[in-house]
């Protein structure tokens, strides 16, 4: 039984109206995203990037080209015009941080994994800035047969073991001992950022009093940091007497 002949336009990811250096610049792209470093062991990437090769061989010879456009069938010759809408070229997903990266910034691996893109799953890196916002919005272009459309990430924070975020204000609780509330006077707990922090004690703090450090926070949108509000616990002493005979 004969197998058929792969359509290369699809495993570029373009159609038959392409350009010369629109070939070039998809099988450069998808060949970084296909690199063994970056897919170390997978049969999948190794099947994709043969593919990508013999795709590139045909179509990146404008005679083997000729050639290949003079033997497509009316079906695939459809299918090789024919793009993703613009609704279906644009995704939206949420992307969560560590809260150091907030303030320190770094560099994300975005994989898509779209049933339509017959090339396979897609690859972009995202960096984020130092000093980026939750709730920061970022636009990832796409390639392929979805060019034109774009990954739209909203960045929030992964859940922390110690801080609950609201913003780009931090919360956590501090345990004291009751002589502590009671005289007021300084703690210290350990930020975000891994600084130690001196938390004021009132005197006479009352259990579950909100202690509040100014710009010890995640960045906020328009520049500057939210702030850490520290809720300050305590064991109420209760002692019970016997009844006097």
């Known amino acids: 039984m004969q197998t058929a002949e792969p359509n290369h336009y699809a495993t570029l990811g373009l159609d038959c109206r392409c350009t010369l250096a629109q070939i070039r610049d998809a099988y450069r792209l998808l060949a970084k995203q296909l690199h063994p470093d970056l897919n170390p062991g997978s049969p999948t990437a190794l099947g994709h990037t043969q593919a990508l090769n013999a795709a590139y061989e045909t179509l990146g010879n404008p005679e083997r080209r000729r050639a290949y456009d003079a033997g497509l069938d009316p079906a695939r010759k459809s299918a090789a015009t024919t793009r993703p809408s613009k609704t279906q070229r644009n995704i939206s997903h949420e992307a969560r941080l560590r809260l150091e990266d907030f303030l320190r910034g770094t560099t994300c691996a975005i994989r898509v994994s779209d049933p339509a893109n017959p090339a396979g799953p897609e690859l972009y890196e995202l960096v984020i800035p130092?000093?980026?916002?939750?709730?920061?919005?970022?636009?990832?272009?796409?390639?392929?047969?979805?060019?034109?459309?774009?990954?739209?990430?909203?960045?929030?924070?992964?859940?922390?073991?110690?801080?609950?975020?609201?913003?780009?204000?931090?919360r956590c609780d501090l345990k004291i001992k009751p002589e502590r509330a009671r005289q007021g006077g300084v703690e210290t707990i350990r930020g975000i950022y891994g600084a130690m922090l001196r938390v004021p004690i009132p005197r006479g703090a009352a259990r579950h009093e909100v202690v509040r450090l100014a710009g010890e926070g995640l960045p906020k949108p328009r520049g500057g940091r939210g702030d850490l509000l520290v809720r300050l616990t305590y064991r109420v002493e209760v002692q019970v007497r016997r009844p006097v005979k």
């Open 130 to 170: 130092p000093g980026t916002a939750p709730g920061t919005r970022f636009r990832l272009p796409r390639s392929g047969p979805f060019a034109g459309g774009f990954i739209q990430l909203r960045i929030s924070a992964l859940p922390h073991f110690r801080f609950k975020v609201r913003g780009s204000d931090l």
